[in-house]
């Protein structure tokens, strides 16, 4: 069965600090990726997704970006932290292919930037 | 925006009456799905109703989808303390490699 790992699960960080949140799914291969933030009681805002290694699409221009250096793994990283960076962040996988395949979440990400 | 609206924001309801939750979207849709979320936790897919379906069901929850109006609606039969969660649609459109969009969510709430 497919999982999917999720770390570090909370995070304080100075203003101005380096950020780096991993993730990685098992059981699947060429799953499209997510990450997403999740204001606190708000909905979810896709940052970025990734349908294969290298590919990466940006939906909101901010000061986070994402690679993906294998298959599997999704890495979510800021060279400077903004408080407004602050909240919860969510990986995800979907299988490959477009229009509405169920997504699948990890279990989050707390970040508090300070 | 393609984005689905969840209505209520929130519901509190006792342990035992049935919750309803409607979504509701604006362009043409493959599919709509609802999901939930306990506090501080990632999102679990619940159920997934296609464009050409009406309703479905899954144990305790019945989801209905008029395409007409654009709207769902996911009911919670009998429900329990541990139903409360925030509870989201999410549409999926065809040709996205986004797969899906997210409503805000409707907090459900199931007093004892």
């Known amino acids: 069965s497919q999982t999917i790992h999720q770390w570090p699960a909370t995070l304080v960080q100075p203003v101005g600090s380096p950020l780096s949140l991993e993730c990685t799914v098992e059981?699947?291969?060429?799953?499209?990726l997510y990450w997403y933030r999740q204001a606190a009681g708000r909905g979810l805002q896709l940052l970025f997704y990734?349908?294969?290694?290298?590919?990466i699409s940006s939906e909101v221009p901010q000061n986070l970006s994402a690679s993906r250096p294998q298959d599997r793994q999704f890495i979510l990283s800021s060279k400077k932290l903004l408080l407004s960076d602050s909240g919860f962040y969510l990986c995800?996988?979907?299988?490959?292919?477009?229009?509405?395949?169920?997504?699948?979440f990890g279990e989050g990400s707390w970040l508090t930037v300070v | 925006s393609q984005q689905g609206e969840e209505d209520p924001q929130a519901l509190s309801i006792q342990e035992g009456e049935n919750a309803t939750m409607n979504c509701s979207y604006k362009?043409?849709?493959?599919?709509l799905q609802w999901y939930r979320q306990n506090s501080g936790r990632g999102l679990v897919h619940l159920i997934l109703?296609?464009?050409?379906?009406r309703e479905k069901h899954s144990g305790r929850l019945r989801v209905t989808l008029d395409t007409s109006k654009k709207s769902s609606s996911l009911l919670i039969t009998a429900s329990r303390a541990a139903d409360t969660a925030s509870y989201f649609c999410?549409?999926?459109?065809?040709?996205?490699?986004?797969?899906?969009?997210f409503g805000s969510g409707t907090q459900l709430t199931v007093l004892p």
């Open positions: 995800a996988w979907s299988g490959g292919g477009r229009g509405g395949n169920t997504i699948y």
């Open positions: 059981g699947t291969s060429n799953p499209n």
């Open positions: 990734s349908v294969g290694i290298g590919q």
């Open positions: 362009t043409s849709i493959n599919n």
């Open positions: 109703i296609r464009s050409n379906e």
């Open positions: 999410a549409t999926g459109y065809s040709g996205s490699a986004r797969q899906l969009t």
